[in-house]
């Protein structure tokens, strides 16, 4: 009879199998007949494994450890290996959403050379993303630095690295070889933009952006592929009193922010496992900032002011996000966030934000910027937009079209605010920096670019029969009840997994405790969420009719970003998932439109 190394309830240290990752497991027991081990997981999934596949808890090192000492893109990568990534052979119990912290073990080489140690942790990964392979072979050759501007490339312009992906996973060497030729054209692609990185060129593209739709919507025949009109004389960008009023209502959104009214809610849980409280009363903000706006406008307050300094509006709040930004680099970062998203790219940083969740005391910054001066100041253009145009036209009423635009964006900025909890499980919140994209995107973008529909309807006006009226409303409809739906689905599902009123729906469990929802709205396509929103676009830009681009760039825009959003969070949940998120890739087939894409 062969003695048992390990007894039951012993800690000990066991291999993942297909990878060279040993997480912390208890032993259940010894099976003699199969000579296999059963053991059970943090997060509550039991395996068996052989007693090779099994260390005492001596000698490894703490991956979480050994990541903070450097910063190099191969470490940050060696992340992607999740632990369910292999077929499980026996079934899984999802206990407490604890994430197991995977543990490598410690090797004489890996301690002379971090460097070397690096590469080979690539090579297990399940998911090589296209810079980790592309690394595996430069590190090797001494060429880190054209690793890491492949890398910014990739994340900055929104390459798409799936394809790339594909070929690292099917195989080493060939992979390589093939890559070769990848990495060729990609640094092509690097050469013809802005050096040194992507993120310079969308620093300086973004606001151009910004400053090209605004002035083309002053044109007679806006359109988004006319050459972009000869600048303005300088001075006319500048309004110390747009700024003012900036500053303004930037300060009396910040106050509603942090009255003591509404739910503190509670966001997901860190990686530290803490879970920061949120103050969600922004119903409360747009309720307050709509009297406030009515009894200013009673007063004599003229708002169509915001269409006639709309440029000099632009700048002052491209003013303060850059402003904001500068301050949110020079904070001392978030070490652990660093350290795993963040190349120490000067450019990149302050493009994608050092920290996850920005706070001066308890003022959540990102928060904050997302969900009130934006959002709610959106709201507010679009109805100065519609004082506008009665002005300028003579008009008693706003034109059905304007309305319609009007109301509903209204109802969309609204249902946010009224369900505010739900943007605590979007990627923003959870996984995106704050740094200059989010604040120039939630503060500028925002509100100059998603109110280009109600700015164009003031110069051009499109007259809407009373079916097309009808017609567009329900379209309108149809996509929120989608959009609304889909996304209380997914966020009641996330803040309670066994929530009653969800017992119907069938799930995936994952190695990380959190179980993926395969029917119900998420079983009909992968992002119904984005179906219903993109099918609301639409409806805001029908209004404006068919005469010219400008009033669909909002539809345009929407579909690139979609699209790429669903990529990059495909990406992560594979990395995140992996053999689980297969398994709800191939049951439910399409991305965001079904049988279509
Ligand atoms: N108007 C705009 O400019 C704009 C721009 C972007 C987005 N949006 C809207 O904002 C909302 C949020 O979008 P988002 O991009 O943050 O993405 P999202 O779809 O809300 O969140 C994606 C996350 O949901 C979880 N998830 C994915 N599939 C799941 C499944 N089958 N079961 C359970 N959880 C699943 C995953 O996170 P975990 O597994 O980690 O929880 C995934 O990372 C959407 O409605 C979108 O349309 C609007
Ligand atoms: C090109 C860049 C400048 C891109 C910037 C992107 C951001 C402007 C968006 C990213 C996530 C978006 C978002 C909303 C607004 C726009 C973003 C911040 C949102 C707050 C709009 C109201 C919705 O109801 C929402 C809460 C679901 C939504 C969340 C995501």
Not at 516 to 526: E, F, H, N, P, T
């Amino acid at each position: 009879m062969p003695t048992v190394k390990y007894q039951k309830g012993d800690t000990v240290m066991g291999r993942w199998p297909g990878s060279s990752l040993y997480y912390q497991v208890k032993v259940l027991g010894f099976d003699s007949k199969s000579q296999l081990y059963t053991v059970i997981y943090k997060d509550g999934t039991e395996l068996e494994l052989k007693e090779q596949d099994i260390k005492s808890v001596t000698g490894f090192q703490t991956r979480s450890r050994s990541r903070s000492r450097s910063r190099s893109p191969a470490r940050r990568r060696s992340r992607s290996r999740s632990p369910a990534r292999t077929t499980r052979r026996s079934s899984s119990r999802t206990a407490a959403a604890v994430a197991a912290t995977a543990i490598t073990e410690s090797t004489p080489s890996s301690r002379r050379d971090t460097r070397l140690k690096d590469t080979v942790e690539v090579r297990l990964s399940p998911v090589v993303s296209a810079y980790a392979a592309l690394s595996l072979s430069d590190y090797r050759q001494g060429k880190p630095h054209f690793c890491e501007l492949v890398r910014t490339l990739c994340i900055c312009n929104q390459l798409d690295t799936q394809k790339i992906n594909y070929l690292s996973e099917h195989g080493g060497r060939d992979a390589e070889e093939k890559l070769n030729l990848t990495k060729l054209i990609l640094l092509i692609f690097l050469l013809f933009l802005v050096l040194p990185t992507g993120a310079y060129f969308w620093l300086l593209f973004l606001p151009a952006w910004v400053l090209f739709v605004i002035l083309q919507g002053n044109l007679t025949d806006p359109s988004l592929i006319n050459a972009p009109p000869p600048l303005p004389p300088l001075d006319t960008f500048w309004d110390a009193q747009a700024l003012c009023f900036v500053i303004l209502w930037i300060l009396f959104q910040a106050l509603l922010y942090i009255l003591p009214v509404g739910k503190l809610s509670e966001g997901m849980p860190l990686r530290s496992g803490v879970r920061l409280k949120y103050r969600t009363n922004g119903f409360f903000a747009i309720m307050v900032s709509a009297i406030v706006v009515a009894v200013a406008v009673h007063q004599g307050a003229d708002l169509t002011y915001i269409h006639s300094h709309f440029l000099q509006l632009a700048t002052a709040t491209f003013i303060i996000s850059v402003l904001l930004s500068i301050y949110l680099y020079v904070r001392s970062p978030d070490l652990e966030f660093a350290s795993v998203f963040s190349p120490g790219n000067v450019v990149y940083d302050f493009f994608k934000g050092r920290e996850l969740n920005p706070r001066i005391k308890n003022f959540d910054l990102k928060f904050f910027c997302e969900m009130r001066p934006g959002l709610i100041g959106w709201c507010l253009i679009n109805f100065a937009m519609a004082l506008a145009e009665m002005k300028k036209h003579n008009l008693d009423a706003p034109s059905y079209a304007m309305i319609l635009v009007n109301l509903f964006q209204l109802l969309y900025v609204v249902d946010g605010l009224w369900n505010e909890e739900a943007i605590l499980t979007t990627m923003d919140l959870m996984h995106d920096g704050f740094g200059f994209m989010l604040a120039f995107g939630d503060l500028v973008w925002v509100p100059f670019t998603y109110t280009l529909q109600a700015y164009y309807l003031v110069l051009h006006p499109n007259a809407l029969s009373l079916p097309a009226v009808i017609a567009i409303v329900t379209l309108k409809l149809i996509g929120f009840y989608i959009f609304r739906k889909s996304n209380s689905e997914k966020n009641a599902f996330r803040r309670n997994p066994s929530n009653p009123k969800l017992s119907h729906l069938k799930t995936i469990p994952t190695a990380t405790g959190k179980s993926l929802l395969v029917s119900g709205w998420w079983g009909v396509v992968r992002h119904p969420n984005y179906l219903g929103d993109l099918i609301m676009a639409l409806a805001w830009s029908l209004p404006c009719g068919f005469s010219h681009l400008l009033p669909w760039y909002y539809m345009i825009y929407f579909i690139i970003l979609l699209v790429h959003r669903d990529s990059r969070d495909m990406s992560e949940c594979r990395r995140k998932y992996g053999s689980a998120w297969d398994e709800y890739c191939r049951t439910v087939r399409y991305r965001i439109i079904p049988r279509v894409y």
